[in-house]
């Protein structure tokens, strides 16, 4: 029995079977070893903890991103989980696009836009949180504006001197939000001319944040402001919002404000998963609130992270980079990097001394003409500065020469007084209480001034537009009732938006006709306007949308040679940034005039003018003309200007070449 006993206790054996792991490479459909650099490959592949990523000028960061997008969602990574932050919609869009047709359409339910849109979209949804209305009104800065001016000419006397215009305060206050600082602290640095108004301007400051809560009104600066508010504030909301967004990555880091930084540490609280891709040397837009800082201290905020540099250029020849990396090589702070391309070219930069204005004018015309006869493109052609007033001569010389152009900061297609005409009508429909757009339709109507306005908005804003108990004015009672009859009847049915713009259309051509007498292409632009609604099943979304990524052309306000097949393109250097050309001419590099006479006692500021050096050569592919007059007169300092830019000295003659003209005999 014992012997028994024991046989039935005795372990039995189990024999083991390994399972083996399938190959990593089987699970991919995209060969990314193959379709990357290294770097490259290497920020792909990294998946969790904090990564920066610089991103030399022309080195592939989109293409970088896009592979990363569709590298997360062949890994297992939900799309939902993904957040890919941009400064434009488009640059959202094209990461996206080119995601779908490299991997699948998996790729589209990848949350990704700009840091406005996504803001916008997650206060609408929390609004209740913030005590905001969620049919609150974006406004732009025109708008913005004339609320500070509205309450700004209630604080000011008329015999008040040297008090700041409304763009100034608009200006201080917005550097105070976005760069988390008092506003004399603002005024102290950079305005101090108006120290004896820092009362007077924060008291304005302080009404215009009623004003716009009041009235349901949201400027982009708030977008922002009151996201963080919401993320600061509700621990529940930010926990479930970095549960979701499990995978963060920002384009263009280094254009982020503090506002914007601090966004991206709350909605990364949870991982850490956060991938910033930018370029110090790039840097450029301080005068907008952007803090350089951000990048620089991006390893200190984010312990542990990872800092992988993208030096291949894809864009520029060698010759082009060689310039570029002497002059970066100045920079006080920054990545030490050395940008490289396998792209061969006899062609070298070149300096250009001109005699003045006119001849550097002349010399960038005919230049212009002989690259046409080697069969480049005027649409591969752009001349740059530093201030869009520096093309006034050169604007003459290819007026004369037949050279079509087209010059970059004008008029966008949303500032224009007829689209915003119509706009301020749509804006009533969604909040009636958005008193600066009802103001606006009201002073359309023949018969009604700006008193007569002032008296109507308290009352038509108090009772949603009900304009039964107004004593209206006799002249123009009918009209008044007619305006708001018409956006009544499209609140009370808020049919799809393109009707919507229809009806409002209907009745607004009318005024349009008589109040422009341009109005056939005026009438062009409200054309364009109603196909654009015809995009979306939401009137909110659609005037969302207009407010945060505004179109950029306008019919009326086009220059007459952009209409050609090709035209040359004048741009400011900050509006060239991301864009490239096969021949550049950077002009007025003088100086005195670039980098600007005020930068030179300020370190930071004259290193942002050499990163604006840096960002204008690196458009170029295969040309580089810098030219500078010697006889520059500069009004403000009473000195004639006739040095090259400082950032070019000692540069040897075999990196850039130096060009003297000769008049012909």
Not at 420 to 437: E, T
Request: aromatic content about 8%; overall charge negative.
């Amino acid at each position: 029995m014992d012997n028994l006993t024991e046989q039935k206790s005795a372990p039995l054996a189990v024999k083991k079977y390994v399972l083996k792991k399938q190959p990593t490479q089987a699970q991919y459909k995209i060969n990314y070893d193959s379709d990357l650099n290294p770097a490259q490959l290497e920020a792909v592949k990294t998946k969790n903890g904090p990564v920066l990523v610089i991103a030399g000028a022309g080195s592939g960061k989109t293409k970088t991103l896009t592979y990363r997008v569709a590298r997360l969602i062949e890994s297992g990574t939900k799309p939902e989980n993904i957040l890919l932050l941009t400064f434009t919609k488009k640059a959202a869009d094209e990461m996206l696009n080119r995601a779908v047709m490299l991997l699948d359409s998996r790729c589209e339910k990848v949350a990704g836009g700009t840091f406005h849109s996504f803001s916008n979209y997650i206060l609408r949804k929390y609004s209740g949180h913030l005590d905001l209305r969620n049919n609150f009104t974006i406004i732009d800065r025109a708008d913005a504006e004339d609320v500070i001016n509205h309450l700004r000419s209630q604080i000011i006397t008329k015999q008040e001197k040297r008090f700041p215009r409304k763009g100034t305060i608009l200006d201080i206050y917005s550097k105070a939000v976005n760069k988390n600082m008092s506003a004399e602290s603002v005024i102290e640095s950079e305005y101090n001319q108006f120290l004896h108004c820092v009362e007077k301007i924060n008291e304005i400051s302080k009404q215009y944040v009623a004003y716009k809560r009041a009235n349901s009104l949201l400027d982009y600066d708030d977008l922002l402001l009151y996201l963080r508010t919401l993320l600061q504030s509700d621990e529940n909301i930010r926990k479930k919002l970095s549960n979701q967004y499990k995978y963060i990555m920002i384009d263009e880091y280094q254009d982020t404000n503090s506002l914007q930084a601090d966004i991206i540490k709350l909605l990364a609280s949870e991982h850490n998963n956060v991938m910033a891709v930018g370029d110090d040397s790039q840097s450029i837009y301080s005068f907008r609130g952007a803090n350089f800082r951000n990048i620089l201290d991006f390893p200190a905020i984010f312990p542990d992270t990872k800092i992988i540099k993208l030096e291949q250029n894809y864009r520029s020849s060698q010759n082009i980079l060689e310039l570029t990396n002497r002059i970066i090589d100045r920079a006080k702070e920054k990545y030490t990097k050395k940008l490289f391309s396998t792209i061969e070219s006899p062609e070298k930069p070149a300096l250009v001394c001109t005699n003045d204005m006119q001849t550097e004018a002349e010399f960038v015309a005919q230049r212009v003409l002989e690259l046409q006869e080697e069969d480049i493109s005027l649409n591969d052609i752009a001349v740059l500065c530093r201030s869009a007033r520096m093309t006034y001569n050169l604007e003459i010389e290819l007026a004369k020469r037949a050279i079509p152009y087209r010059k970059f900061g004008g008029l966008k297609f949303i500032e224009t007084a007829h689209v915003k005409d119509v706009i301020a009508h749509l804006r009533v429909v969604l909040n009636p209480n958005d008193i600066i757009s009802i103001n606006r339709i009201l002073l359309l109507l023949n018969g009604v001034g700006a008193q007569t306005a002032m008296k109507l908005l308290p009352v038509l804003a108090k009772d949603n537009l009900d304009t039964k108990n107004l004593m209206l004015p006799a002249k123009s009672s009918d009209s008044i009732k007619k305006l708001f009859t018409t956006v009544e009847t499209q609140r009370k049915y808020l049919l799809k938006p393109s009707t919507v713009v229809d009806n409002i259309l209907a009745y607004y051509e009318p005024i349009l006709m008589e109040k422009y007498d341009d109005y056939p292409k005026r009438l062009k632009d409200l054309e364009h306007f109603r196909y654009l609604s015809e995009q979306y099943s939401n009137l909110e979304d659609f005037l969302s949308d207009l407010a945060l990524e505004p179109p950029d052309s306008s019919v009326a306000e086009v220059e007459d040679g952009a209409q050609a097949d090709e035209y040359l393109t004048l741009s400011t250097i900050h509006s060239a940034k991301g864009l490239e050309w096969k021949a550049v001419f950077i002009i007025g590099a003088v100086d005195g005039r670039f980098p600007s006479v005020y930068s030179f006692n300020s370190e930071e500021e004259l290193d942002e003018e050499l990163r604006l050096m840096y960002v204008a050569t690196t458009r170029a592919k295969t040309y580089l003309y810098i030219t500078y007059p010697i006889d520059m007169f500069d009004h403000a300092t009473g000195m004639v200007l006739s040095k090259p830019s400082r950032f070019l000295d000692g540069i040897d003659g075999d990196i850039l070449e130096r060009w003297s003209l000769e008049l012909e005999d």
